[in-house]
């Protein structure tokens, strides 16, 4: 590893590093019992005190999301690689989960968006 | 004694075609084990071993059509051609060449290891901001913290496989000097001693020594 190696390695660090605050603090300001979710089709927002089991219609199927517990996952995926059922339960603001070929994300910590009609 | 190699250099083009083979490859290994990872677009980034050799023995061009091509052959054989994960690998393989050419360009202390890890990090930056822009949302960028860092260490690990490659040509027909882009760095960098041109056990011809015009 030649010095201007290690400064490359140094800055991406750094990237990484720094790229955590700014993660947090872009979603700390949302509340932590309101997920927003964004479909092919729209947005719309969940409350997570209230359990219940939603259908997202995806670009290629649907994502199953599950609200209990003051938490959110997704228990079901028609992607190919269900990287979004591996991502788990979120709770915190500012954590989301993403499934790329659905196009589907799910955001902790909502603002006051009216919502849409996306979930069944 | 340097030779200009002219575009269509035969022994240039039989290499990029095998670096271009070779990213397919493992490009294909890599989307079928999926790692247990949560962050969506992060893999070994095994692929990009093809686009480094490339940009180390045929210049930032032919790097820039390995990369190309082996993200469209990759989409072909998987069948995602055309959708958002395709998008995501594209904008991330063209990321990941730009910032690479530009740092073998314009930095000349920085080793295929260096230029690796930039590669990956500019790959996974691209590809979550080409996923926020897809699904609409900021999501998939409040993932880039986690997405670097596991980017630095994949990074780390095929610079570390490239400078590998780079000091052990895989074939002597490739091992003659003057093989690398900026010429002759294969021979001057520490990690890689003066390459005799050796007869191959296996029976590959080795090519004369003699210079073409």
């Known amino acids: ?120 | 004694m340097r030779r200009t190699p002219s575009y269509a250099d035969a022994r240039t083009l039989a290499i990029g075609a095998a670096l271009v083979a070779l990213g397919a490859v493992l490009g294909l290994v890599e989307s079928a084990i999926v790692p247990p990872l949560p962050v969506p677009g992060v893999r070994l980034g095994l692929a990009n071993l093809a686009v480094v050799l490339a940009l180390a023995w045929l210049g930032p061009r032919r790097a820039l059509e390995v990369s190309a091509l082996r993200v469209l052959l990759v989409a072909l054989a998987a069948g995602t051609l055309g959708g958002p994960g395709f998008a995501m690998a594209l904008s991330g393989a063209l990321a990941a060449w730009a910032a690479m050419a530009a740092l073998a360009r314009t930095v000349p202390g920085v080793s295929p290891l260096g230029w690796s890890v930039a590669g990956a990090a500019s790959h996974v930056l691209a590809q979550l901001v080409v996923a926020s822009v897809l699904s609409g949302s900021v999501a998939p960028l409040l993932l880039s913290p986690l997405s670097l860092a596991l980017a630095l260490l994949c990074g780390l690990a095929v610079g570390y496989s490239a400078r590998l490659l780079l000091s052990r040509p895989p074939l002597a027909l490739w091992a003659r000097s003057g093989m690398g882009w900026k010429d002759g760095w294969l021979r001057d960098s520490s990690h890689a001693p003066a390459l005799p041109v050796t007869p191959c056990s296996q029976g590959v011809p080795t090519r004369s020594r003699t210079p073409r015009s």
């Open chain 1, 1 to 120: 590893m030649t010095r201007a190696d290690r400064i490359v390695v140094a800055i991406v660090a750094a990237l990484a590093l720094a790229a955590w605050p700014l993660a947090a603090l872009a979603g700390a300001s949302g509340r932590a019992d309101i997920a927003v979710v964004t479909g092919p089709k729209g947005v719309t927002e969940l409350r997570l005190d209230a359990p219940g089991r939603y259908a997202v219609e995806g670009l290629r199927g649907t994502v199953e999301l599950v609200v209990e517990d003051g938490t959110v996952r997704a228990a079901e995926s028609s992607c190919p690689d269900k990287l979004c059922v591996g991502q788990g339960r979120m709770h915190t603001p500012g954590s989301a989960i993403v499934c790329v070929p659905n196009s589907v994300t799910v955001r902790i910590g909502g603002g006051g968006d009216a919502p849409d009609a996306v979930v069944r």
